[in-house]
Every structure is written in C-alpha cells, then in structure tokens.
C-alpha cells in the first residue's frame, strides 16, 4: 500500500470519526426537547414563554453537530 | 477520488468568481459573485423593509404588518436580553438579523450565490460586533468594564484560573459567532446538494434502479423545510447573540 492510499484511506477515516460528533449533538438535542416537554407536560402554562430560549439552545446545540459534519465535509471534499 | 459514475462537487457553489476584474497596486479588489448577492441582499432588505414603512395606515396591510412584526420581534430579543439601554443598539441588531435572515433565504434561490456562507464576511460581522462591545464598553464604563473578567462570589484561590477562562472565552467569541452562522449555512447546502445528486445518480442508472430516485428527492424536500427553519434560526440566533454581548458591555460585573 503506497503513501496516496494511505492518505485516502486516513482521510475516509477521519470524515467518519468527524462524523460521529453529530451522534453527539444529537444526544444534545433530545435531551434538550426530552427536558422540554417533560417541563411543558408539568406546566402547560409555561410552554409559550419558554418557546424561544428553546430553540435558542436547539440552535446552539445543533450548531455544535454541524461543526462535526462540516469537519467531515472538509476532510471529504476539500483536503 | 477514483469513483464510477458522475462525480459529486458539493464545493463548486461557493466558488468566488470575478464579475469584474478591478486590481488596485497588490490588492484585488474585484467584483465578485458574493459582492454582487450581498449587493442584491441589501438592496431587497431595503426595498422590502421600506415599502412596509411607506403610508402607515391604522389597520396595518399584510406588508406592513410583516414590517411591524419583524420590529417588534427584534424589539423583544434586545429588550428581554439586553435591557432597556440597549434600545440605542436597536438599528444595529436590527440591521445585522435583517441582512443575515436576507443573505439566507435568497442563498435558497437555485443557481445563486449564499453570502453567509463565507467565514469572511460572518467574521466580519462577528468582528463588528466584538468590537462594538469592546470600543462602547471601555468608553462608558472606563476600567470598570474589564470587571466583566472577574465575577463576584468566587473564592480567591481560583480567581486566577476564573479569570483566566472569562479572558479566553471572551476573545474566543466572535470566532464560535461567525463559526456557528458560516457552517450552519455551508453544511446545509452541501447536504442539499449531496442529496440532489443522489437523485441524478440514481435517475442515470437502469430503470429497475430509477424508482429508488424518489426516497432522495423526498429527502431533499425535508431537508429544505429544515434547511428554511436553520436559516431563520441563525439569523434569529446571530441576533440573539449579538444582543447577549451588548448585554456585557452595558452591563459589565456579574
């Protein structure tokens, strides 16, 4: 196996290790909407107030996975 | 990549081109694709946010209404997390959710061009903004802003390192700022694009093969609702966070 294969092999590699950041992220986000609703069903009156800083954090914490994903985009297409 | 079948280049859309090749001394500074949209962005958020300002009437039309909802939503975000003070930063916020939201939708037109999905210019944004905070708080506030590194009610043997982590975290911003928008607009096409040429890929094999094209395209309309609800939730989420930093220099000490 010469140098060029092992570089395209490393990089497939890495874009999957990468990948599993979004597992991650996603773990982050059914906790966040799991936690959600679980508040939301004690105190239905709650619900509408809270509804931005829900998707506040859905948008941070879903950022986070991006980052992985583009991390493995990266190494995919552009290394 | 030595792959049968067409070749997949999620990359190409967010290739630079001139448009007009203009070179002063070393610098270039010609008119490029992204120049010529972010142009376009101004100019529709401009066109459209005043055609709601234009002949206010009591009973608001669907225009103006549109108009006045966008203000009082960003109205809320910097009352509620920034304070009453922070209404003189309003035009800003405004200004930054309206280009970001802008810059994203018209990203979605096919054959265009997504201005934010370019670190540079949600750097400079996130730039701006970062030096807003410093330039404002240091001139109101004076040394007492940089009580912004130091919370109250931590013990003073690990003052030092709380100290040390607020510093680093406040530099690190406007990179998680910009980061956050450019690669939640980058990933979000390329995953777009990645899916649409699956649906070519699968269209171009024997015709046993071609049914399967439909699982992908209804994949890819999903992913556009989605990808329609991240472009609003950044801009939401830029302004959002823009008005959290306000927040430190109109308030520094925890």
């Not at chain 1, 996975?65 to 991390?71: D, P, Q, R, V, Y």
């Amino acid at each position: 196996m010469d140098a060029a294969n092992l570089a395209v092999a490393a990089k497939y590699i890495g874009a999957g290790l990468a990948a599993i950041g979004t597992g991650a992220a996603g773990i982050g986000v059914g906790t966040l909407f799991g936690q959600f609703l679980n508040g939301a069903l004690r105190n239905p009156s709650a619900v509408e107030g809270q509804f931005g800083r829900l998707i506040f954090g859905f948008a941070v914490t879903e950022a986070l996975g991006i980052f992985a994903l583009l991390i493995a985009f990266l190494l995919l297409f552009a290394v | 990549m030595a792959e049968p079948g067409p070749a997949i280049n999620p990359i190409e859309q967010f290739e630079l081109t001139r448009v007009l090749r203009i070179i002063v001394g070393n610098a270039d500074v010609s008119i490029t694709n992204s120049t010529v949209f972010m142009a376009l962005v101004a100019l529709v958020a401009l066109g459209l946010m005043s055609m709601t300002a234009k002949g206010t009437v009591g009973v608001p039309g669907r225009l103006q209404s549109m108009g006045e909802m966008a203000y009082e939503f960003v109205e809320g975000m910097v009352r509620s997390s920034a304070g009453e003070e922070a209404m003189r930063f309003f035009p800003m916020v405004f200004t930054i959710f309206v280009f970001v939201l802008f810059a994203n939708l018209i990203g979605f037109f096919p054959y265009s061009f997504t201005v934010t999905s370019h670190v540079i210019i949600t750097a400079a944004l996130a730039l701006l903004v970062f030096f807003t905070v410093v330039i404002y708080g240091i001139k109101e506030h004076g040394l007492h802003f940089f009580k912004l590194f130091v919370p109250s009610g931590v013990p003073i043997y690990i003052l030092p390192l709380v100290v040390a982590i607020e510093i680093f975290s406040f530099f690190v911003r406007p990179v998680s700022h910009s980061v956050r928008l450019f690669a939640n607009m980058l990933a979000g096409h390329i995953t777009l694009y990645v899916f649409g040429s699956f649906v070519v890929m699968l269209l171009a094999a024997s015709a046993a093969v071609k049914v399967l094209a439909i699982l992908p395209f209804a994949m890819t309309i999903g992913l556009f609702a989605l990808e329609l609800l991240v472009a609003f939730l950044q801009a939401y989420v830029f302004a959002m966070l823009t008005c959290m930093y306000l927040n430190d220099a109109l308030h520094p000490g925890h």
